[in-house]
C-alpha cells in the first residue's frame, strides 16, 4: 500500500513538473501574445495567459484599449489573438461557455439571444481582432520574435449584412475582404492576407 501511495505521488510530481516546464514564464507568454498587437497597443494592452498550473488567468493588467490572449501550450502551433477591449464582454462570455462544455453552435446562439435579450453588450462601432498564428519552433523567445508568422485580421460590424457593406460572402481572390456571419451579433469583416 505504502509502494503503491509512493508511486502515485511520485507520478503526480512527475506531471506537475512537466506542466510547469511546458508552460512559459509570465513574461515569455506576454512577450509572444502583443506580437499580434498593432506597435502602437502592445505595451498597455491587458494580457491573459496561463499559470504554471494550466489555469487560464491575468498576466498582465492593461493601461490601453486593447486586450490579447497567450497562446495555448497545450496546442502544438503558435496562436495569440489582441483585440479591441470593448469586444471582452462578447469574448468573455465565449470563454465562459466553452468552460461549461458548450460547442460552437450552442455558443454563437446563446450569444445571439443573449445580445438580442440586452444580457450581453456587442460594440457599436466597428471593432477588429488581431490574429497571429505561427510555428512555435519558429518563434526566438529570447529575442520576442516570431518569424514566418501570419497575422489576419477580424473586424466585428454586429448585424451588418453584404448590402449594407458592400462585400461578398467570400473572398474571390486571396486577401480580398469578405463578410462572415452576417446579419447576426457576430457578423464580421475576414481579412486573410494572401500568403507568400
Known amino acids: 500500500m505504502r509502494k503503491t501511495f509512493f ?8 506531471m506537475q513538473i512537466k506542466a510547469q516546464q511546458t508552460i512559459p514564464d509570465a513574461d515569455t507568454q506576454i512577450k509572444l501574445a502583443i506580437l499580434a498587437a498593432p506597435t502602437d497597443k502592445r505595451e498597455g494592452a491587458k494580457v491573459y495567459g496561463y499559470a504554471a498550473d494550466g489555469t487560464f488567468k491575468i498576466l498582465r493588467n492593461g493601461t490601453n484599449d486593447f486586450v490579447c490572449i497567450g497562446d495555448d ?20 462570455r465565449g470563454r465562459v461557455l466553452t ?15 443573449e ?3 440586452g444580457k450581453l453588450t456587442m460594440p457599436k462601432q466597428p471593432s477588429t ?3 497571429l498564428s505561427g510555428s512555435k519552433d519558429k518563434y526566438d523567445a529570447a529575442a520576442g520574435t516570431l518569424k514566418d508568422g501570419y497575422l489576419r485580421y477580424v473586424v466585428y460590424i454586429p448585424y451588418a449584412t453584404s448590402e449594407s457593406t458592400g462585400l461578398p460572402l467570400k473572398p474571390d481572390v486571396p486577401g480580398m ?3 462572415m456571419d452576417p446579419g447576426t451579433h457576430r457578423a464580421h469583416i475576414m481579412i486573410n492576407p494572401a500568403k507568400p
Request: charged share 30%; glycine share 2%; hydrophobic share 45%.
Open 177 to 179: 475582404p469578405w463578410i
Open 7 to 14: 508511486t502515485v505521488a511520485v507520478v503526480l510530481i512527475s
Open 129 to 131: 481582432l488581431f490574429a
Open 99 to 113: 468552460k461549461e462544455g458548450k460547442n460552437a453552435k450552442q455558443i454563437f446562439d446563446m450569444r445571439e439571444q
Open 115 to 117: 445580445v438580442k435579450e
Open 73 to 92: 501550450p497545450k496546442k502544438e502551433d503558435i496562436s495569440v489573438s489582441c483585440y479591441l477591449a470593448e469586444l471582452e464582454p462578447f469574448m468573455e
